[in-house]
C-alpha cells in the first residue's frame, strides 16, 4: 500500500512537471542559477578560509629578545611565550642564524655584512605563529609585556587585510545567498500555481468526495521536491566540473604556489556540498509548493 501511495505521488509529481513544460523550464532554471551561485560562494568561502589557515601557519610576530638576556632567561621567555594563549608554536633564531639569514636574502651582495658578528647588528628573537590570526593584537600585547623583550615585529597590515575580505565574502555570500532563496521560493511557487490553477476543479470535486488537504497537497510538494533535486544534481556537475578545470589550469594553480598558497581538493567539499544541496532543494521545493496551495486548500 505505501509503495503505491509513493509511485502515485512520484506519478503525479512527474506528471505535473510535464504538463506545465515551459513554467517548470523557468523553476529548473532558476533553482540551477542559484544553487550555482550558492556553489560558488560555497566554495570561496571554503578557499578563502583553507587559505588564511595556510598565512596563519606561516604568518608570524618575531620578538627580539634583549641582548644582555641570559641563556636561562631567553629559555624562560620561550616557556612564557609558548604558554600564551592562541600561540601555535614558537621558532628560537639566535644571533648566528640571524646573520646568515640576512646573509642569504643579500645574496651576491653579502659581503656588505663582513666585518659585522652577530653580536654588534643583529639580536636573538622567537618567531610566533598563532592558532587563529584575529589574536594578533592580543598576542602582541601579551608578549611586549614579557621580560627580556626588546621589540616585536609582524604582518599587521597583511593579517587585518585577509581577515576583512574573509569576514566581506562571508558577510556578501550570505546575503546574495538568502536573496536567492526567496527568489527561488517565490518562482517555484508561481509556477505550481498556476498547476493547481489550472486542476481547480479536479481539487474542487476531490475534496467534494472526501479527500484530506494533505492527500491533494502531496502531489505538488513532490513536484517541488523533484524539480530541487534534479536541480541541485544539475547544478553539482556544473560546480564540479567548473572547479575541475581551474584546479587544471597550472597559471593559475602556480600563480597561488608562488603567494604560498594551495586551492582545497574538491573531495574535501564534494560531500558537503552533495548534502547541502539535497536539503536546499528539498526545502525550497517544500516551500514553494506550501506558499502555492494555501489558498485553493482553504476550507
Not at 218 to 243: N, R
Request: glycine letters at 8%; proline letters at 1%; one cysteine or more.
Amino acid at each position: 500500500m505505501k509503495y503505491n501511495v509513493l509511485t502515485y505521488l512520484i506519478g503525479e509529481g512527474f506528471e505535473n512537471i510535464f504538463k506545465n513544460k515551459k513554467q517548470a523550464a523557468t523553476s529548473f532554471g532558476t533553482m540551477c542559477v542559484i544553487m550555482i551561485f550558492f556553489g560558488i560562494c560555497f566554495i570561496l568561502v571554503g578557499n578563502f578560509n583553507h587559505f588564511i589557515k595556510q598565512v596563519e601557519s606561516e604568518q608570524g610576530i618575531q620578538a627580539y629578545i634583549q641582548n644582555d638576556a641570559t641563556d636561562e632567561e631567553i629559555t624562560l621567555l620561550g616557556e612564557q611565550i609558548q604558554a600564551l594563549e592562541g600561540v601555535n608554536t614558537i621558532e628560537f633564531v639566535s644571533k648566528e642564524k640571524a646573520l646568515q639569514q640576512m646573509k642569504d636574502r643579500l645574496g651576491e651582495k653579502s659581503y656588505l655584512l663582513d666585518g659585522y658578528d652577530e653580536n654588534n647588528i643583529f639580536p636573538a628573537s622567537y618567531i610566533v605563529t598563532l592558532t587563529d590570526l584575529t589574536l594578533t593584537s592580543n598576542v602582541q600585547a601579551e608578549i611586549q609585556e614579557l621580560d627580556n623583550i626588546k621589540k616585536i615585529t609582524s604582518s599587521d597590515q597583511t593579517i587585518s587585510t585577509l581577515v576583512k575580505i574573509a569576514n566581506g565574502i562571508k558577510i556578501g555570500s550570505y546575503i546574495i545567498i538568502a536573496a536567492l532563496i526567496c527568489i527561488s521560493i517565490f518562482i517555484i511557487s508561481n509556477t505550481i500555481k498556476l498547476t493547481v490553477y489550472a486542476r481547480r476543479k479536479e481539487i474542487s470535486i476531490m475534496k467534494y468526495v472526501g479527500a484530506t488537504n494533505s492527500f491533494i497537497r502531496w502531489p505538488f510538494i513532490v513536484e517541488g521536491v523533484i524539480i530541487g533535486i534534479i536541480s541541485g544534481a544539475i547544478s553539482l556537475a556544473i560546480i564540479t566540473g567548473i572547479y575541475l578545470l581551474i584546479e587544471q589550469n597550472i597559471g593559475f594553480v602556480e600563480f597561488l604556489a608562488n603567494l604560498g598558497l594551495t586551492l582545497l581538493d574538491f573531495s574535501e567539499m564534494f560531500n558537503l556540498i552533495l548534502v547541502v544541496y539535497l536539503i536546499l532543494g528539498v526545502r525550497i521545493g517544500v516551500l514553494g509548493s506550501s506558499f502555492s496551495m494555501r489558498k485553493y486548500l482553504k476550507v
